[in-house]
C-alpha cells in the first residue's frame, strides 16, 4: 500500500521559516523523483521544488533562494526547508512521487499539510 505523509505545517509569521517533511512507504523511493507543491484556495496546483533520484533539483522563480528540497533515501523522507516565508506562500503543500515503471509512469500524492503565514 502506497503512502505518502507530510507533516510539518503550520502558522508562521512573515519572514519566519519551516520545515516540512514527507515520508514515503510502499514506493520504490530511491529511483523516485519527489516533488512539493502547493495549492492556494481558488488557485491551481503549482511545483515549489523537485528533487530527482540523482538529487538534481530545480525550483521556479517564485521560491528559488528561499525554499531548499533534499531527500533521504535511508528513510524514503523528502523535506522542504521553506525561509523568508511571505503570505502568498499560503496554501496547502503536497508531496509527490513520481517515477517510470516497465510500461508505464506513477503518480502519487500525499494528503497536504496547510501551511500559514501570517502578516
Known amino acids: 500500500q502506497v503512502q505518502l505523509v507530510e507533516s510539518g505545517g503550520g502558522l508562521v509569521q512573515v519572514g519566519g521559516s519551516l520545515r516540512l517533511s514527507c515520508v514515503a512507504s510502499?514506493?520504490?523511493?530511491?529511483?523516485?523523483?519527489m516533488n512539493w507543491y502547493r495549492q492556494a484556495p481558488g488557485k491551481q496546483r503549482e511545483l515549489v521544488a523537485r528533487?530527482?533520484?540523482?538529487?538534481?533539483?530545480n525550483y521556479p522563480d517564485y521560491v528559488k533562494g528561499r525554499f531548499t528540497i533534499s531527500r533521504d533515501n535511508a528513510r524514503n523522507s523528502v523535506y522542504l526547508q521553506m525561509g523568508s516565508l511571505q503570505p502568498g506562500d499560503t496554501a496547502v503543500y503536497y508531496c509527490?512521487?513520481?517515477?517510470?515503471?516497465?510500461?508505464?509512469?506513477?503518480?502519487?500524492w500525499g494528503q497536504g499539510t496547510q501551511v500559514t503565514v501570517s502578516s
Open positions: 528533487i530527482s533520484s540523482g538529487d538534481y533539483t
Open positions: 510502499g514506493i520504490p523511493f530511491s529511483i523516485a523523483t
Open positions: 509527490n512521487a513520481h517515477w517510470l515503471g516497465v510500461v508505464k509512469t506513477y503518480d502519487y
